[in-house]
């Protein structure tokens, strides 16, 4: 079955992106969000989700389905709805992306004065911050 998806309200998008919690994603309050759009699935129960800002950047993906690889239907969506960049951890997230079409622009080293809320250093390390921009 595709999954298709369709655009939400930010209260909507907050309730289903914040049923679980990832240090990977960006988390914006109503305030923050402002001017950006999100979607969330119409099958999986709204548990796949992703927004993007007034300059076209994709933030704030997630997959709480449990199913492996839904991530990559809403890529695509975002990508139809005109996502053109992001920026993420370097590690798992930019190979992923690069299957995309997306390619690296810039690279900053970790900044310890903006570490993620929960940040596991045993578990992700101290990654370096990808920009990337659809090629």
Known sequence: MKTTYEQVSWYTYIDMRDKSYSPFLTYLDEKELSG????????????????INLDNELFGLFNNSGIKGLGKSAILDAIKN??????????YLPKLYAQFGFVITDTAQWDETLVPNKWDYTKYGRPNVIWMKLK
């Open 82 to 91: 005109g996502a053109d960049k992001l920026f993420c951890f370097d590690g």
């Open 36 to 51: 950006s759009r999100m979607w969330l699935s119409k099958q999986h129960k709204g548990l796949v989700g992703y927004a």
